[in-house]
């Protein structure tokens, strides 16, 4: 049963469309992932649910009720802002307490539930300072935390680990997947990045434009892309998009690129339906293409490809490849790239059951 | 020994930063503009003689006669007695007027100001730029008409008459001084609250307040600055009980004698000692506020 | 006008009407507080402390005087602003002397001929008061009999000089060498000094530092003479009247509008003689006078700090030059009677500006509180008060005082001032007075600054005054 | 009640509850009066005299804009402010240059420039008409120290107009060096290093990356301060009283003289009002440009 | 010969010692990365190079030339600063045309030059626009072609790609390498960013706290950390760093106490020189673990903890007596959170660090 379900949001800010249409349902206990580029709305979305921006159109409910156009603070959910928006006045104790005070809890309780929040998130030893001196960690901790603390039915987090560096950002999903496992509260956060989205929501919702174009799993999302562009929203390296054609014959039909043709991919039945020469993109991801080894057979189609660019990431390497006039990027364990350098031409091939197509036209995909 | 090394050692090349040397040059330079005033100081310790000396002297014997003549004179009817000037009074409604306006004008203007910013209405701009006129208006047009308004709500001569009329005179001063301040603000701070389940009373007075200790000690130091000098409502609008000391202070310099120097530098003197100290103690704000908002990190 | 007026006093009603109601509630007790506008400086000091000391109301009241002292330089200001906004604050008022006509006829000022002519006592004082006083601070229309106001400190203008200068038994042969006259020193060498003594003491005074001065040598640049020349206020018209007048010249005379003219009598001959008579003497006083700033207080200060011989100054501003803290002559400084110009039978004409303030009731008092405020009035103009009044640095109004032996010793210009006061006339009261004042400054003080000639200033003074009466009617 | 609360602060009406206090104070000590006089232009009224109004039309705003007096002190005003606005950016922006650098005791040697800012006009006036005096002035005195001849300065029509912008000056630089400051302390040092490292010239440097950022702001200090010195009283009336004749005195010592020592209240309104359209005029150019700077950054 | 040489560099803020005798050696067309964590000396080390921060010890030679002494304009080097400094009042083409000034070229030839770095940074349509109205990727690319369009002696780059987003970071990695490769220069980027240093530089310097821990080629600094610092700062995810006994040594393989555990592995033969009974750190990189169906002797097992989906490949924590194992796998592999599973480290993929944490090898 869905906690929260929102339905056609629409909202304006004067000639901007911020939301047009938005529709989600998000389960009782579901970390649930809002992924999109910056100004698709996820922000807006956020803060239409939590009752900081009033929709045009739309209806938010929550457990149940229409709460479209209740106060805030009647409202039992929590957000944490990407800015964090710590009360920089107080001490970090004050800023985790405020909610609690506000909502009359007794002194003993407030300082039990601080103290047991501030245990949780490693804030402990910090709690008499400012949250002007802590780190960029400790500041998101401290809003988390501040959010927590109240035991809210739902948890809104506003992209949380845009503000932390590369590195901390790495270690800090895996904390909000254990924090969520361990509290098994409602969360709906909003990320502009894949991997956040991919690597710690259940279920996520692709936000562009003010409207949602996928909703599903993560596995979902990667491998049954509606379309071309959360093909190339999910997934880094992003996929590669060739310019193909349809060709074969009507009952086995392939796809056709200038420098290679495929045929029996998983889109095989769905591209019948489409005629002779429709235009389409050939999509497949960048670790699905493959150099031919020695003597090996090809496991799908193949093709000459020369590096121009190689991107060592330490353990895995890109390889910026181009071939018949479109470029490409291939992922290899640095073991196997290390034989390839800047010029070479190296055969490759795709794996075909992992490809996708697309009209090009629309967009969408043909499965 | 150090501080000698660094006067003569290459400078750091770090941009802005100079050491003892450009103190050196800064001081001079800012002793000669600070020069009038400092003679004015000076003036407060001398006698009579002294001040009108020519040449002028700068090394004299100090007297505080002056300072003690400020608050008190001799009896007119040559019973000798020492007569209280009222000078005390005048410096306690100085303050007092001084401070319930800017404090008044503070309120208002940070209510105003928090609404121009948070709650944008159609015609902002309009109301906006009808308060910056009010401020900009020669002060001569309004006085007759206010003067009257006044004597008909019987506030003439009473504090509250001088303390209203100096908050509506920093009251547009305020409204953009905080409005820029505010627009500074982080709303998510305030909506955070409001999810904690803040009032909107507590969003602005636990939240916003506090927050914008900085701005409203700026804006407090110019409008400080701006009242504490006010001469022309002071003297139409106060009576004897309630003067203020720049109108006081004109008693110096005309009455048997031309300008008593002496005891007008040393009332000077005195009176630049509180609005000097707000100045030099918020000085850090002050940099921030006259900008009026417009330089954005 | 009249309907915004009263949306006004609707938005104030109800503060007002609360007010009210305590204030006008019927007083058990008669408490009854004069409200008196003043200039703070001695003379009002001394009204208020000896009434506080001294004060006892013969109806059995409660009498309260109490004193709005507004600073000299701003004291017009307030008046003005309190009088024309209708704030009726003050039951009684210190006025100087030009202000009557205006607030006269702005119905500020109360006639008195009623109360004087039903009080024998106030009779008695009016004919006591000396008669250039009832016909400069009371009367108006001007030489009508119409009474308005009583002196609160009359003032004329005297010599101030140096002692040890002009009794210097070398300076005085020099001066003898020189020029075949006489260095005035008494009291009635000094009354018989004129103009052209007067413009040759200031050739002979002006020394260059360093140069020999009396017993000394002097110590920076020196000048002999300095009267006022003063773009502020009445300043440089004070004495440059003084010279018209006595050269025969006049002022367009009020008590003769609307038949009366200015132009051909303003800029008349002898009155650009008079005025440049003026200028000529001017050139030897100090170098301020250029500037058009030489006030009474400049030739004040310039004479107690040793860089003047001699000024005409106010006997009003008189009392510091005796105070050793802030003169540096104190003990060596004499007054005597101001020059004046020698007309052909030998006598000498000293007509002159008065100076100083009256004090006037106001005419929104009740009954009760004016026949208070006489009561205070026939107190201040009793003559043991105005010889207390004479005693402490003030002058007195009165002629009985005057008369009395000891009043020449009480101040040291007394017997000067006593004696020239029959020369004093005063400038228009009119309402119009401000406008043609400023005007008659401002040209002045071109003429003094070098911007024009005498003869220029006086005819656009003459021009302008004809021009401005001519509008208000004034003139036919 | 609480419904009444509810409905007074609910949120489409929190932005008007919150600036209704400023505006109706504004309205009444400042708009009100305002309207008040201006009505009185449109009448025969003079206020030292009973008798009523009577209606006169344009006939003040006829007699004001043909006057050549009124002409003649718009063209003394404009040239004190020209000059004294002009004397206070280039002194302002030389100082803010001293104290853009970080040296030991600013905070201390800055409060001395900032001094004279807080002193009122009354001292101001009052002690440089002193320094100018031909005989005590220490300026006359140094000068008659080199030349032998005494100086006075207040005696010509040029003299008296640099003693008054002197002194304005003087009084208002910090005003202007405050602003300047504020846009030097914004430049980011990396410009200042970029421009070094791109090898440019020091001229080079401050048109592209100083001037820039001072421009703005230095705009805004030109049109506040012409605004504010458009208004220049009290220090022309203690420091030449408009003399030598009339050759220093400014529209609003004239506007005082009409209103308040001619009783030509209706004529003073209208020119006051004509003064006010100036202002206005003034302040919307302000305006444009604190926006487009707004824009800028 | 266009070559940053730094000796011995040292910068002491006060008491604090921001930068501590640093050696450095810039070939010409040598990209340079200094990498470190935030307060690591980094960019003051670049910064002493360009001239703008004195140096308290030590010398910065550039092409040859001893530069201590020399104002940053006499260095004759183009940088690229964090925040682009762009000039706010000059158009885009200003900008680009600024540092071209010096050398009073005439105005058609800097038009010329100008119009050449807009093409190859694609900047030409913005060419007219205020620095205020660009987007941030377009400000980044102004900064590196105002700085490419002179020929310097040497290029320095602080964090060019710390403010652009994700996106945009790995199409301007390639792009800036790509136009590096084409001018034979000495070029310094200082970076947090390890992604950025391993694609973009030819050596990369890791500091940490004034000094530096490793000059290395990208792959060396990855396949063969010096330290624990090294190995645990570069890689993404983090390498694991187990706590372990070394117990005994075989054949190429010693056998560690792990946790409960012993695990024979394959390690450099350096390491039979420990005593046995060593405490050691293993660092063992998460895609160089392999799941496999059984236990074996040179196999670690732990309980599946945590799955995070990375769209090809699937990171999964695992949980070992508190321990928090890392393991990349692809994702077609499937696990169950609370599975338990046999993981083998590959050959020569398992590092050794003494107690001192340097890595032991020989």
Known sequence: MSVLSVAGLKKSFGDIVALDGVDLAVDKGEFFALLGPSASGKTTTLRTICGIERPDQGQVMYEGQDVTHAEVRGRDIAMVFQTFALYPHLSIFDNLAYPLRQNGVSRDEVNRRVGETAEMLRLTHTLDRKPGTASGGEQQRIAIGRALVRRPGLLLLDEPLTNLDAKLRNDTRAEFKRLHRELGMTIVFATPDELEALSMGQRIGLLTDGKIVQTGTPDELYTKPKNAYVASMVGSPRVNLINATRRGADAAPSVETPFMSAEKGPWADALKAFPMGSDLYFGFRPNDIQPIGDGQTPGGPSFTARVHLTEPLGDIVILDLEAGGAELKMVLPEEQAVRYSVGDDVPVFVRVENTHVFARDTGTAIR | MSVLMSLFSRKERRLREAGWGWTLFAGIISLIYFFPVLWIIMTAFKTRADALATPPVFFFTPTLDNFVAVFYRVAQTGSGEAIGTGMGGFFFNSIFVASAGVFLALIIGTLASYGFSRYPLKGNDTYLFVVLTTRMLPPIIVIIPIFLMFRMAGLSGSYIGVILLYAAFNLPFSIWMMKSFFDELSPDVEDSARMDGSSEFGVFFKMCIPQLKAGLAATAVFAVILTWNEFLFALLLTSTDTRTVPVAMARTIGGEIGVEWGLLAAIITLFLIPVFGVTYLLQNHLLRGVTFGTIKK | MKSKFSIASALAATVVAGALTVASAPAVSKDIVLNMAGPDWGPTRFLQEYFNKTYKAKSGNNVKLVFDFIPWPSFYDRVAASLTSGEKKYQMIISDSQWIGTFIEGGHFMKLNKYIDADPELQAIMKDIHPAMTENYSTYPHKSKNYYGFPQFPDTKVTWFRNDLFCHDGERADFKAKFNQVLPCSYDEWKNTDWDVWANVGKFFRRDKGAKLGDGVAEHDFYGVAYQAGKVGDFSSMQILAFIWQHGGDIWDEANAPNAQAEGVVNSAAAVKGFQHYLDILKYAPPVHKTGQMGIFAIQELFMQGKVGAIIDWAGVAPPALDPKVSKFADKTGFAMTPGLRKSDGSIDRTDNIGGQPFVLTTWNSEEVTKEALEVVKWWMSKDVQIEFSKNGGEPGLMSVMNMPEYNDFLPWNRAHAELLQYQKDVWHTPEMFEMLTQQQEEFDKAITGQKTAKEAMDAIAKFQQELLTEVGKIK | ?297 | MSTIQVTNLTKRFGDMLAVSGVDLDVAAGEVLCLLGPSGCGKTTTLRMIAGLETTSDGEVRIAGKRVNEIAPSERDIAMVFQFYALYPSLTVAENLGFPLHHDKLPQAEIDNLVSEVARKLELTDVLHRLPGYLAEGEKQRVAVARAIIRDPNCFLFDEPLSRLDVELRQTMRGQIKEILDGLSKATVIVTHDQLEALTMADRIAVMRDGKIEQVASPHDIFTKPKNLFVAGFIGTPQMNLQEAVLTGFEGDKGTFQVADQTVAMAVDPAVQNLDSGSKVTLGIRPRAYDIIEEAAEDTFSAEVDLIEPMGAETLIHMMESGTDVRVVIDRTVRLEQGERVHMRCRPEQAHVFNTEGDRVFS
């Open chain 4, 1 to 297: 009640m609480r419904d009444f609360w509810q409905w007074m602060f609910s949120p489409s009406r929190r932005g008007p509850m919150l600036i209704a206090p400023a505006l109706i104070m504004l309205f009444v000590m400042n708009i009100f009066p305002l309207m008040w006089s201006f009505g009185l232009s449109f009448f025969h009224y003079k206020a030292s005299s009973i008798r009523p109004p009577t209606f006169a039309g344009l006939y003040y705003y006829e007699k004001v804009l043909t006057d050549p007096v009124v002409w003649e002190r718009m063209q003394t005003t404009a040239l004190i402010v020209a000059m004294s606005v002009l004397l206070q950016l280039v002194i302002g922006f030389a100082l803010a240059m001293m104290f853009e650098k970080k040296f030991p005791l600013r905070r201390e040697i800055l409060m001395l420039v900032l001094t004279p800012m807080m002193l009122s006009f009354v001292a101001v006036g009052v002690f440089f008409k002193l320094f100018y005096e031909p005989t005590f002035g220490l300026l006359s005195q140094a000068y008659s120290y080199f030349s032998g001849e005494p100086l006075t300065l207040l005696a010509t029509q040029w003299g008296a107009v640099w003693g008054i912008v002197i002194a304005d000056a003087w009084m208002w630089s910090p005003f202007v060096m405050l602003l300047v400051l504020a846009g030097l302390v914004s430049v980011p040092d990396y410009l200042y290093e970029a421009a070094e490292v791109d090898r440019a010239s020091k001229w080079k440097r401050f048109t592209t990356v100083t001037f820039p950022y001072v421009r703005g702001l230095l705009l805004l200090a030109l049109l506040f301060r012409t605004i504010e010195t458009f208004k220049i009283f009290d220090v022309v009336y203690l420091i030449t009283n408009g003399g030598p004749g009339t050759s220093t005195e400014t529209i609003a010592v004239y506007v005082y003289r009409v209103a308040f020592q001619f009783f030509k209240t209706s004529q003073s309104s209208a020119l006051s009002y004509i003064l006010l359209f100036i202002v206005i005029v003034l302040t919307n150019l302000y305006l444009y440009f604190v926006k487009k700077r707004g824009e800028e950054g």
